[in-house]
């Protein structure tokens, strides 16, 4: 890295890929700004990383509200520059589409969708302004393959796949990287602790997700890989 530590804003820290990219980045001496929902579990990041006497700084957003992504951007700004968003806060609710609430389609797609609309909308300015930046885009193996119980959620990856591979054409000529990390079944919080107990053994780990997003991050200023299909070994649960 140079020796000006990069700035990487990573939504849906509390949790899951999201933590574990926090703590990732943060070892590689980024300055990592860690969002989500849940300040109590942001914090514990630090009593993590308290051994290695490294820490993020933490701020408290839910994304799927525009004005709290905007006033968290302004934040973020006033203690540094955001080098790299992580579009990484999602939910889903594993129901047949007949079942979905009204209520539960417009949270995942407010969340999933929006929210990375909204995140992305915030730290453009700054990056064309700088030159340069990153934005990757955590989706999910529903862009390549269709599953059951997983219309709206579906929906709304093949929403943001669309919006950040248009983004993507627009701002290479601000030097701006869009990637689209494609992760198959990853033992996080979203899957039921049923199926994580059940299949956790063919489960990738958030530590494994979180790895790649850094050797995403970290290759030359010419060189980008636009999307990253990953997977178990034994394939899809």
Known sequence: MSKEKPGVWITGASSGIGRAAAIEFAKTGAKVFASGRRAAELDRINTELDSDKISVEVFPCNVASHTNVDQTVKKILAN???DCLINNAGITSFKLAEENSINEINDIIQTNLLGSIYAIKAVLPQMISNGGGAIINILSVVTKKTFTK???????KFG???????????????????IN?????????IWSKEIRNQF????MTAEDIARVLVWAYLQKENLVTEELLLRPIEGDL
């Open 80 to 82: 540094g520059k955001i």
């Open 150 to 156: 997983s219309s709206i959620y579906s929906a709304s």
């Open 160 to 178: 943001l796949l669309g919006y950040t591979n248009s983004l993507r054409e627009e701002v290479r000529k601000h030097n701006i990287k869009v």
């Open 181 to 189: 990390v494609i992760p198959g079944a990853t033992a996080t919080p």
């Open 200 to 203: 956790s053994d063919r489960m």
